[in-house]
């Protein structure tokens, strides 16, 4: 989870998921991507406190991109 803020620069990146069967097993609404969060500190204080960033699946629906959090049950 991203909880706070979010260091002064980071970028942005999009990417292309695994094979759908796979995804399939294991998402309920499969994502299409992946929305990446880098985040460029430049102080160990700073990585320490935020990280290398945050992943998250994403899809379309309704001409829109929303998060994927449906995962199945088991």
Known sequence: ???GGLPETYDIEI???GPRAE???VYAVVPEKQLN???RTSTPEDKAKYGLG???PIA???EAWFF???IKST
């Open 37 to 39: 969060i880098r985040f």
């Open 68 to 70: 994927v959090v449906c």
């Open 1 to 3: 989870m991203v909880g």
């Open 23 to 25: 995804l399939e097993k």
């Open 60 to 62: 379309r629906a309704s």
């Open 15 to 17: 990417s292309e998921l």
């Open 54 to 56: 945050k992943g998250f």
